[in-house]
């Protein structure tokens, strides 16, 4: 048995909020991140979502793979390709895209970008994805602390998005889930502003408004983007 919530907030200093998510069935979880000038961002993130659904809700009833959801990248990929192409001021937008699917115990994932997918399990935080980014690449070969990195002046710059060339590459796996897991899905609007000390304690409170007060956190740390949690638990196996 699943319990999902989700929250999202366009932050204290933005005027649009590019971040979108989805929760399907309580068994299939997107959070995305547009960027692009004006107000591509959003139009990139909402085609991610969009196709998410068209390409895997129908078969949510059968078991998907890892490569399902790479697939279902790639297509959305392709889509927003396309777009910016046929649109100029589309050109240049892209998307992170983090993708949790449960099923039968096991979490599977995808993701392609900077936002995070994290477990929480017995009083430890971990991070289940790796960050596409440029700081992450510096933090990997120690050039910098984990510090250093949340506000480091060329944080927002990805090595990796959806939509902006050809072919993608997507990061994939699996986790097996134990009873009392929490899963967080975030964009950088969240991980940015509050640190993984503060996001641990708010997931070990075992209450259903986390992600209410995950925002809450990153609005009261300044909120100088736009926020976006799910938290899903899974309460038995
Ligand atoms: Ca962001």
């Given at each position: 048995m699943l319990t999902d919530v989700a929250a999202t907030h366009v932050g204290r200093v933005r005027a649009i909020n590019e971040d979108r998510y989805i929760c399907l069935s309580s068994k299939l979880f997107v959070v995305a991140d547009g960027m692009g000038g004006h107000a591509a961002g959003e139009i990139a993130s909402a085609l991610l979502i969009s196709t998410i659904q068209e390409v895997l809700a129908l078969k949510l009833e059968t078991t998907l793979s890892a490569e399902d959801l790479a697939a279902a990248l790639r297509q959305a990929n392709q889509r927003i390709l396309d777009k910016a192409a046929a649109d100029e001021a589309c050109s240049g937008m892209g998307t992170t895209a983090s993708i949790l699917y449960i099923h039968e115990g096991k979490g599977i994932w995808a993701h392609v970008g900077d936002s995070r997918i994290y477990c929480y399990r017995q009083q430890q935080l971990q991070q289940v994805t790796h960050d596409h980014s440029f700081v992450a690449d510096l933090l990997a070969q120690g050039s910098i602390t984990e510090e250093e990195a949340q506000h480091?002046?060329?944080?927002?710059?990805?090595?990796r998005a959806v939509g902006v060339g050809v072919p993608v590459q997507v990061d994939t796996g699996s986790i097996e889930i134990e009873p009392g897991d929490v899963f967080l899905l975030c964009t950088d609007g969240l991980t940015n502003m509050v640190s993984k000390a503060q996001i641990k304690q708010i997931l070990s409170d075992e209450a259903d408004d986390r992600a209410d007060r995950l925002v809450e956190a990153a609005m009261l740390a300044g909120g100088t983007d736009n926020i976006t949690v799910i938290v899903v638990e899974a309460d038995h196996v």
């Open positions: 480091h002046p060329q944080r927002n710059l990805l090595t």
